[in-house]
C-alpha cells in the first residue's frame, strides 16, 4: 500500500489553504462593510443596493466562459492567481483614500466591486484547474473539505471582526484589512514549489476554432453530461436566490428588525459556525453514505437559512436566537452540499477539460447572482422586504426538488457513477 502524507503535513496544501483562508477572512469584512457603507452612510436604496450585489458578480456573465477556457490553456495558472489577488488589494483599497478625500459615492463603490469581481473570476477559472498540481487525486474530498473549511472558518470570524472594525474605525477604513488579506495571500501563492505539470492529451479532444469553440464545448460537456446538467441546475435556483436575499438582508436587518452592525454581524457568523461544522463532518459522511447521498440529504436543510429571515418578527431578543439556529443549521447544510458538489463536479469532469467546464458551471452558478441582485433590489422596491424574502425562499425550495428527481439519486456512490460521456472511461481527477 501507497504512504499517502496527510494534507496538513503537506507544505504547499498549507500554503494554498493560508492563503484562501487571509483572503477568505478579507472579502467577508467587505461583505459587511461594503452594503453598510452604501446603505448608512451613503443612503443607498434597495435598487441601489441591488445594483451594487449585481455588479460583484456581472463579470461571470461577461468573461466568465472565455476565462475557463482560456484557463485550460495555460501551463502555469499560479502568476496569474498571484496577479488577481494584487489588483484586488489596490481596487480595496482606493475606498477608504475616497472616503478620506470625501469623494466616496455609490458609484465608486459600485466600480470597485466590479474590479474585484473580474479578479474573482479570473481567479477562479486558474484556481480550479491548478488544485490537481498541489493535491493528488485519492485526496480530493479532503482537499475540498478543507477550503470549505477555510470559508466557513471565514463566515464565522470574519462578520464579527467586520462588526468591531466598522463600529470603531467606520465601514471604509475596515476595507483597509480585506486589502491588506489580498497581499497577504498573493505572498503566500508565490512560496508555491510544486510544479505545475504540462497538459495532458489523455480524456478529450481540445477542439478546433480557437476560445468559442472551447467555450462550446464546454457547454457541451455539462448540458449533455446529466449529473453536471443537475448540478448546475440547482446551483443556478440556489445562488439566483441567495443574491436576492443578500441585496436585501442588510436593509431588513437594519430598518426592518432595527438590528445594529454588530448584531449583524453575529447573525453572519452563525453560517459561518455552521458551516465549519459541515465541513468537519463531510469527509466522514461521503465515505460513509457516498457523496451522492450526503448531497441529496443536505440539500433539503439548504433553505432553512431564508425561510426564518423572511419569518422573523419580534424584538431583538426574540429574532436573534431564532435567526442565530436558523442559519446555524443552513450552514451546515450548505457547506456539506458545496463539498459534494465540487467533488461530484470534478468526478465527472476530463481531465483536459475542468477549466471549461468549470467556467460554463461557474457562469451559469455564480453570473445568474448578477440578476438575483438586481431581481432582489427591484422586488424589494416594488413588493416591499419581506414579500421579496419570502420569494426568494419559495424559489430555493425547488433546488432540493431538482436534486432528487435526477440521476444523483440513482448513484449511491463513486464507483456506481457512469462513465462521462465525453471520456472513454471514467474520469477519478482531483475544486471559492
Known sequence: MTHTTPLRRQRDYRLLWTARAVSETGSEISRLAVPLTAAVLLGASPLQMGLLTATATLPYLLIGLPAGAWADRLVRKRPVLVGCEIVAATAVGTVPVAWAAGVLSVVWLTMVAFVVGTCTVVYRAAWFPHLPSVVADHQRTAAIAGFQG????ASALGPGLAGL?????TAPVALLADAASFLLSALCLRSLRSPEPARTTEGTARPRGGLAAEIRDGARLVFTQPVLRTLITAGVLINFASAAVMALYVLFAVRVLGLPAGIIGLLTASFGVGGLIGAAVTPALTARFSENKTLLVSSVVLPAEMVVLAAAHGSPAVVVPVVICGYLLSGVSTVIFSICY??????????DAVG??????????LGVMTLGGLAGGVLGDLAGLRPALWTCAALVCLAPVRVWLSPIRRITSSADAP?????????TAASG
Open 150 to 153: 477555510v470559508y466557513s472558518t
Open 356 to 365: 471549461r467546464i468549470n467556467s460554463v458551471m461557474s457562469v451559469s452558478t
Open 165 to 169: 472594525l466598522v463600529q470603531t474605525l
Open 419 to 427: 462513465p462521462s460521456t465525453a471520456e472513454e472511461k471514467p474520469n
Open 342 to 351: 465540487g467533488s461530484i463536479q470534478l468526478r465527472e469532469s476530463p481531465r
